[in-house]
């Protein structure tokens, strides 16, 4: 976990409201991914940046938001589109290219809906 | 379609004993492998990866894994277990779309319980 850090832990969302979720990374790394975690499936992507001011939808896009203004911050915004956003969500980083582009996880933001 | 599979929802083994985590895969082109273990309620720690070379790659903690091309396996493997080694497990693949893009597609992990 270590360099790469998600706040908060745990958050609690009402029906409607959007909710951001933070992550920072001080591994200079220039890649940073959004996954989501749901008992039984394994990890799912949802959006992912390769630079600054640049993103890409990934598997599960669909309800989310990302922006990438600085190299360290990728934060993620659960919008009240997401009909089921109850999960565990996960960032990670990497470099890009070569064998170097192992991704790195931070502790994740269990996000549960009332 | 790319994808990975990880056979067996849990696996148990009894402290001492070896045990193996099982993975297979489809890809096209030369896979880029790679094992992480996830503790309760943390994110995915960095285990060991396969790019090239040996098929017998060494990681973290003790722990190694076997790519088999022809089997299109890369099961993980530690000759004795321990009780810390309880934990989630999973494999997952590098998937290419052009340039430096670097994806995963992870399996739906396996979990390791070891008994004292």
């Known amino acids: 976990d270590g360099g790469i850090t998600q706040s908060p832990k745990y958050l609690f969302r009402k029906e409607g409201q959007n909710v951001t979720l933070s992550c920072e990374q001080n591994l200079n790394h220039d890649a940073m991914y959004w996954y989501r975690q749901d008992p039984g499936q394994g990890l799912r992507l949802i959006y992912y940046?390769?630079?600054?001011?640049?993103?890409q939808k990934g598997d599960i896009a669909e309800g989310y938001s990302v922006s990438r203004e600085k190299k360290e911050s990728f934060p993620l915004t659960v919008t009240s589109a997401q009909k089921n956003p109850t999960a565990f969500y996960l960032c990670?980083?990497?470099?890009?290219?070569?064998?170097?582009?192992?991704?790195?996880f931070g502790p994740g933001t269990r996000l549960t809906v009332l | 379609a790319q994808s990975v599979a990880q056979p067996e929802d849990q696996v148990n083994v009894a402290e001492g004993n070896p045990l193996t985590v099982k993975c297979t895969y489809s890809?096209?082109?030369?896979?880029?492998l790679f094992w992480y273990v996830q503790y309760p309620n943390r994110g995915l720690q960095f285990l060991l990866k396969y790019i090239t070379g040996d098929n017998l790659v060494k990681g973290s903690y003790g722990f190694e894994a076997e790519f088999n091309k022809s089997q299109t396996s890369f099961h993980l493997k530690k000759p004795s277990a321990l009780v810390s080694d309880s934990a989630l497990y999973f494999c997952?693949?590098?998937?290419?779309?052009?340039?430096?893009?670097?994806?995963?597609?992870f399996g739906t992990g396996t979990l390791l319980a070891v008994q004292p």
């Open positions: 997952a693949v590098r998937v290419f779309y052009g340039g430096a893009t670097n994806k995963l597609i």
């Open positions: 890809v096209s082109g030369n896979p880029y």
């Open positions: 990670a980083s990497s470099f890009l290219g070569g064998g170097t582009d192992t991704q790195y």
């Open positions: 940046s390769q630079i600054v001011n640049d993103f």
